[in-house]
């Protein structure tokens, strides 16, 4: 693969019209500076009003930056003179999935919900038909194919929205909070979609995120506070220092805490840790032989 | 969960699901035409034959077709008893005297029952006939795909045909979710103290303001994420758009629409020939 | 006395129709006075309509519910049975149509002030606000009960103090409050009822790490204050962890445990199995168990995980000195 990021986002300020005051602005996002890899797995952590929504609308033409550019793929989506075309073509290569699954269904039945995107870059029937049932067969709901979308679970709901941006066969994916309004079942498998995706169809992923455990999933995790970069890397690097989470209002998992907490007992427990598989190793190794 | 079961989709895959919804809507047509050219008992019970075969043909379970015809039953009941009491009774075979009022004669004929027998026959005809044509087996958007691609030529005369379509999917799509929003709004506002059913009309009209409120909200919440939704999924209205499911006009749509024209031509023939059998003029 | 209680309770959505569904069976439980029960279970288990069962939104299809010893669906001729009952005990001479008179108003009375006893705050209940202001959305439920302007006033100053929310933010229209405002200005109106009891069914879902907290810390300072029964219906074996004493767990509309946090928490890896969702590491742990080490069962706090795994390390190094 050549080297041009797929996303390269460079110093983007944003603000948001104030609703009561005439032309006063807040500036939510300033200045910021990200590159995306092909096939990377990226988590966004914030807490509410940090700015993690409004980067991803932006990476979705929905809004326009103050100032700074995003590329995407090379070309600059900032550009004012992209003509219809090529906005489709760019929403085709970056394909959004949103937090309230009902807000995000257009159609009755699952499989047209999952056909109105291909339907919309005008494709041929029988094309339409094979990335849908692709799609449905990826995210694991070909058996409701003919369901109505309202008797599906949030989870369900979910994985349909996921199929749907599927179909239009993106290269990167960006999901804003897709599984709070979920419940722990719909979370796991919704999760298990977003990886199998990034692992096995080398789909980008951009995840927002405020759930610790989700993000520590990740190849890397970025923090977001009052609309800047705080901190970005693997998840052991970011979780590492607990104590300036708590700073920036967000938590690290169980298993960084117990893993700072057994540093601090005096136990020899290697290098940081982030996820419970890589912790439960650590653990072994740290109390040596077991029996 | 509550299920709105009147006018709701049954899943299958019978001819009569296949066929093409342009064509349903048109056959929906005439068969409202044909029952209301029937004129005589032979003529109601053939077509109410037709529609048990097409009830049978089309799959979707008896109780189910059933279920949608206890909405109305209010209605059934009474068109038939106008029917039963107010046929004229002149020149007609008395069976029970009620009695006179304003000069004219009151009371149940033989005329009247058969009157009211297929009164009720052609309600229930008609709303079998429609719903199983137009909803159990043609989704929503079926329905609106195929109305607009009927009404596709108005777009030349710029009627935006298109708009109007997704729209109308849009609006069925969210009728479940609205309705729970509804459900879950006024739940919420009970468990507040809030009373719904005391009070004169007003007090009800200004009860229902902590319901409308929130739903207004969250509706133009919903409004608006799903237009951005849809606008990352790259909609645009025009003709430019494709679909899943393609109409195509087959021949078992023709031969559906050969059999129902027919359907129409026997009820007029039984009309005319089944003279004998007690006339019923074409009234409602 | 359990302060609500539920007897035998059952209940099924649209029965006699093909849509039927059995959300409740024959459900026995006790919630005891100034508690903090957390109700759990996954998607369907009946937590909902157990919740609406005791805040008599929902009428139980079979068995009862029984508020402070009684049953608040009781109907007049129970009532009026009772009634009399107890004037014979007592040897008091009632009149019997006085005694009718009375059974009807307290039936009345019960079905009217049920919600008010028992508050009922629902999932995403910043959905119910509607007033221009957060004040007068507030007073709300408290004018629904009758209350005085004085009182209602001197109640919204209360529970804004206790979810934290100014004077400022209270005149503003709800709408104009951030998502974590407006979770705590929504709550506040339940709160400003006063109710006995307080049912929160996912009070901190969609909320980030901090607004999570924030929520239950005013649950916890509205508890502290007025001494109420709380029940807590989460997804969350973490916040059942932190802020429950009693755990109730429900799986396919029936009770599957009921107990202490100590007694249901003993038995966690048992819940794993009917697919609920026990903390990250108390899963840690079950891992490590499973790899051979003695790792006791019930560990759902970072801090008990600490003190077993430190207590292997020196029971492997005390081994490791031997040898």
Request: charged residues 25%.
């Amino acid at each position: 693969m050549d080297g041009t990021p797929l996303i390269a986002i460079d110093n983007l300020t944003f603000s948001y019209r104030e609703s009561g005051g005439q032309g006063t602005t807040r500036e939510v996002l300033h200045g910021i500076t990200l590159d995306v890899q092909r096939g990377e797995h990226v988590a966004v952590l914030g807490h509410n009003g940090s700015g993690k929504s409004t980067l991803a609308k932006l990476l979705n033409l929905i809004l326009e930056p103050d100032s700074g550019t995003i590329r995407i793929d090379g070309i600059e989506i900032t550009d004012p003179d992209l003509s219809d075309a090529d906005i489709l073509t760019l929403r085709k290569k970056i394909g959004m999935v949103f937090q309230n699954p009902d807000n995000q269904m257009v159609a009755t039945i699952a499989e047209e919900e999952v056909a109105f995107g291909p339907e919309n870059l005008g494709l041929p029937s029988s094309e339409i038909r094979e990335r849908v049932d692709a799609a449905m067969d990826a995210v694991g709901m070909t058996a409701f194919a003919k369901k109505e979308t309202a008797r599906l679970s949030g989870g369900q709901k979910q994985r349909i929205a996921i199929a749907g941006i599927l179909a239009m066969e993106p290269e990167c994916i960006v999901l804003d909070e897709p599984t709070s309004m979920l419940d722990p079942q719909g979370r796991k498998d919704v999760m298990k979609v977003i990886e199998t995706l990034n692992r096995e169809r080398g789909v980008t992923i951009v995840h927002i995120t405020h759930d610790m455990n989700e993000a520590a999933r990740a190849g890397r995790v970025i923090i977001l506070n009052d609309g800047r970069i705080e901190m970005d890397g693997t998840p052991e690097e970011v979780f590492s220092d607990p104590d300036r989470l708590e700073t920036l209002r967000l938590s690290v998992p169980q298993c960084t805490a117990l893993m700072h907490a057994l540093k601090k007992e005096g136990l020899n427990f290697e290098g940081p840790v982030a996820r419970p598989e890589d912790c439960i190793e650590a653990l072994c190794r740290a109390l040596g032989g077991g029996r | 969960m509550k299920s709105v079961t009147m006018g709701r989709y049954y899943a299958s895959n019978s001819v009569i699901h296949r066929l093409d919804p342009r064509g349903k809507i048109v056959l929906a047509i005439l068969f409202i035409v044909s029952t209301f050219l029937c004129k005589n008992v032979a003529a109601f019970a053939f077509l109410f034959v037709g529609v048990l075969v097409l009830a049978a043909v089309s799959r979707v379970p008896l109780k189910v077709i059933l279920r949608s015809l206890k909405g109305v039953t209010v209605v059934i009941a009474f068109a038939a008893l106008l029917n039963l009491f107010l046929t004229s009774t002149e020149n007609a075979h008395m069976l029970w005297e009620i009695g006179t009022w304003n000069g004219r004669v009151y009371g149940i004929t033989e005329e009247g029952i058969i009157k009211a027998v297929c009164m009720v026959v052609r309600i229930i005809t008609l709303i079998i006939g429609t719903t199983l044509l137009l909803t159990y087996t043609m989704t929503p958007i079926e329905l609106t795909d195929g109305l607009s691609r009927l009404l596709w030529p108005l777009l030349k005369i710029r009627v935006p045909v298109d708009l109007f379509a997704m729209m109308m999917s849009i609006a069925l799509r969210f009728i479940p979710t609205l309705s729970e929003d509804t459900e879950r709004i006024m739940n919420a506002q009970k468990a507040r103290g809030a009373n719904f059913s005391e009070g004169g009309l007003i007090r009800k009209a200004r009860a229902l303001v902590p319901i409308l409120i929130p739903l207004f909200v969250s509706s133009f919440k919903r409004g608006e994420e799903l237009a951005v939704a849809m606008e990352c999924r790259g909609y645009h209205s025009g003709d430019d758009r494709t679909r899943l499911n393609e109409l195509h006009w087959k021949v078992r749509d023709t031969v559906t629409f050969i059999l129902f024209v027919a359907l129409g031509a026997a009820v007029v023939c039984i009309n005319i020939f089944c003279a004998g059998v007690p006339f019923l003029p074409a009234v409602l | 006395m359990a302060k609500l209680e539920l007897r035998n309770a059952g209940f099924i959505y649209n029965p006699g129709t093909e849509f039927q569904s059995v959300a409740l069976e024959d459900v026995s439980v006790a919630f005891e006075e100034n508690a903090v029960t957390g109700i759990i279970g996954h998607t369907g288990s009946g937590k909902s309509t157990l919740v609406q069962l005791l805040n008599g939104l929902l009428t139980p299809t079979s068995g009862q519910v029984f508020l402070d010893g009684r049953d608040i669906h009781e109907t007049k001729k129970d009532r009026y049975a009772a009634l009399l009952s107890e004037a014979e005990r007592s040897g008091e001479k009632v009149r019997r149509h006085t005694l009718k008179k009375q059974a009807a108003s307290d039936c009345k009375a019960m079905k009217r002030n049920i919600c008010f006893r028992v508050g009922l705050v629902m999932q995403y209940p910043e959905a119910q606000l509607f007033e221009e202001t957060v004040r007068k959305d507030i007073a709300f439920g408290p004018a629904n009960m009758g209350l005085s302007r004085e009182e209602i006033d001197a109640r919204i100053e209360k529970v804004a103090r206790l979810v934290g929310l100014n004077e400022r933010q209270l005149n503003k229209s709800p709408f104009d409050l951030s998502g974590g405002q407006k979770r705590r200005a929504a709550i506040a109106g339940v709160l400003a009822m006063e109710p006995d009891v307080l049912i929160l069914d996912e009070p901190a879902a969609g909320l980030d790490p901090k607004g999570r907290e924030t929520v239950f810390d005013c649950i916890r300072r509205y508890r502290e204050e007025c001494r109420t029964t709380v029940l807590i219906v989460s997804h969350s074996m973490e916040d059942m962890a932190a802020y429950c004493d009693r755990v109730l767990v429900l799986a396919g509309g029936r009770v599957l445990m009921h107990g202490t946090r100590e007694e249901v928490f003993g038995q966690i890896s048992g819940l794993e199995t009917h697919g609920l969702d026990v903390p990250e590491i108390t899963h840690l742990m079950n891992m490590l168990r499973g790899r051979g080490y003695p790792v006791p069962d019930g560990i759902y706090t970072v801090e008990d995980a600490v003190k077993a795994v430190m207590e292997i390390a020196h029971s492997v190094s005390g081994k490791g000195a031997d040898t």
